[in-house]
């Protein structure tokens, strides 16, 4: 769907035509799951922010303003979704001791994908933060442009590529470090 038709359904939307919106969610469903799934890194909980995400924008579509690119606009409401998701679930991990000790167990189980490179980019990013996930997630996986990026996290441009820098260097540093414990310790 191209720029045109999409504005168009935003206007069915804001007139009250709420099938519209089914058009949308189709449109933008599998793009901001897998964004979402990158930071949270739970099916279930990607799965849930992204029907809060559809949710929110459609109880929020009249504050949407053509002069933003709405993916833009939708990806905003995702991050911070998932941003106060995060938040809560540290606050429950830090009193949870079981979900820590079958986290242990869980990965001493998957002991036989420990090489695997998906393993080390999860190790990765779990060590850094959620300013830096959404960053590298936005820019190289779901290519969005400075410009947008800055306005899904309300930074200016010139910070935004500063921090997408300092974020892309440190997890270089990280998958090298996370390389060579493995081959140190032999995991």
């Not at 168009?8 to 919106?21: D, M, P, R, T, Y």
């Not at 901001?32 to 559809?54: G, K, M, P, R, W």
């Not at 053509?66 to 106060?84: C, E, G, V």
């Amino acid at each position: 769907m191209d720029d045109q038709q999409l504005e168009q359904i935003i206007a069915l939307v804001k007139q009250g035509n709420l099938q519209e919106f089914n058009r949308i969610i189709e449109g933008y469903q599998k793009q901001l799951f897998h964004y979402i799934y990158c930071i949270v890194n739970s099916i279930q909980d990607a799965e849930d922010i992204v029907q809060d995400t559809f949710l929110t924008a459609l109880n929020k579509i009249h504050q949407y303003r053509s002069d933003t690119k709405f993916s833009a606009w939708i990806y905003r409401i995702a991050r911070n979704i998932s941003y106060n998701h995060m938040k809560k679930r540290r606050r429950v991990l830090l009193f949870d001791h079981m979900e820590l000790t079958t986290m242990i167990e869980e990965r001493d189980a998957a002991g036989a994908k420990e090489n695997d490179l998906q393993y080390r980019m999860q190790q990765v990013f779990q060590r850094m933060s959620f300013q830096e996930k959404n960053i590298l997630v936005l820019r190289i996986y779901e290519e969005k442009s400075y410009e947008e990026i800055a306005y899904i996290m309300k930074i200016s441009q010139s910070t935004c590529r500063k921090k997408y820098e300092r974020a892309r260097k440190k997890f270089m540093s990280l998958y090298e470090n996370v390389s060579k414990e493995e081959y140190e310790y032999g995991y």
